[in-house]
């Protein structure tokens, strides 16, 4: 899973990958963001600029906003299937920016769990590969919108630490995985653990 992760990459950092600049009145780093916190992504159809969205899917149909709780990881094995995800899959997919992400390791015998910085060396910014969606409060009539990380199988050093990590999109393939029309398979290659020894795995106090 991926429940904390960090954007504190400057303005210039993402300019750097993306086609457009990042309006700094917009923009606020943080260290921990969590689910239900603002968070920042590139929508397919509106590839030209940062959107502001809440962490954690609410579905167009859902009744409850309350929903999204839960729902700030969608499974790539079962995105396919899952009612929430399958119909996002194929036509709301988003590039969600992150600095680092982190996550908690059970030690055997200890009743703390230690906490790791995870991220890609010598990147100051990279992507996971997200679903959003919009919804409609019934109460006020305004526009929530929302998004999910998806997450995969671990590669194996991330294995020693959890058995989930977040997908990362490669730099290169930024455009591909925003692009419209996408086959299935085509989706699929890009939903595979990011290659260990281009990361680091950094113990935090």
Known sequence: MCGRFALTATT????????FKVFSEE?????????????YAIVDNAPDHLSTLQWGLIPSWSKDISIGNKMFNARAETVWEKVS?????NKKRCLIP???????????????????RIGIIDQPIFFFAGLWDEWKNP???????S??????????EMSKIHNRMPVIINS????????????????ETLLMPYLEKKMYFAVEN
């Open 27 to 39: 923009y606020t780093p943080s260290d921990n963001i969590a689910p239900g916190a603002k968070i």
């Open 85 to 89: 995800f399958r119909h996002l899959i």
């Open 98 to 116: 992150a600095s680092s992400y982190f996550e908690w390791k059970q030690i055997d015998g200890k009743e703390k769990k230690q906490k790791y």
């Open 12 to 19: 210039k950092d993402i300019e750097k990958l993306m086609a």
């Open 139 to 145: 109460a006020t009539q305004s526009i929530v919108k």
């Open 147 to 156: 998004a999910t990380i998806i997450t995969c199988e671990p590669n194996e």
């Open 172 to 187: 290169t393939m930024l455009d591909a995985w925003l692009a419209p029309n996408l086959e299935r398979s085509n989706i």
